[in-house]
Nanobody
Framework: QVQLVESGGGLVQAGGSLRLSCVAS????????LGWFRQAPGKEREFVAG????????YYADSVKGRFTISRTIAKNTAYLQMNSLKSEDTAVYYC?????????????????WGQGTQVTVSS
């Protein structure tokens, strides 16, 4: 089990940028991959980006490729999601998630731990 806390959400105009942070804490040493998901009103939670334990592998949903960047600092147990060129359709609650193992996966059911979420609102 990994405890996760997201921050960095807010209100931004279309075309602007936000940087989300996810601080992870574990009781014992654990290898885990991290992912960012988002859920808009009336829609299912969807995969946004994922990063492996080492940070060497990253994956992005087609809708955010070229605009979002996921990164990870193992020593500080912190993951980031840099979001540029934001669009109104990016408006959602963004969640940080963790799964035991090395590689991140796109299926939300593969993740064991979830943060409380942080709201991102993009005005058009």
């Amino acid at each position: 089990q990994v405890q996760l806390v997201e921050s960095g959400g807010g209100l931004v105009q279309a075309g602007g940028s936000l940087r989300l942070s996810c601080v992870a804490s574990v009781r014992t040493f654990t290898t885990y991959a991290l992912g960012w998901f988002r859920q808009a009103p009336g829609k299912e939670r969807e995969f946004v980006a994922g990063i492996s334990w080492s940070g060497s592998e990253t994956y992005y949903a087609d809708s955010v490729k070229g605009r979002f960047t996921i990164s990870r600092t193992i020593a500080k147990n912190t993951a980031y999601l840099q979001m540029n060129s934001l669009k109104s359709e990016d408006t959602a609650v963004y969640y940080c998630a963790a799964r035991g193992g090395v590689r991140p996966l796109e299926n939300k059911h593969e993740y064991d731990s979830w943060g409380q979420g942080t709201q991102v609102t993009v005005s058009s």
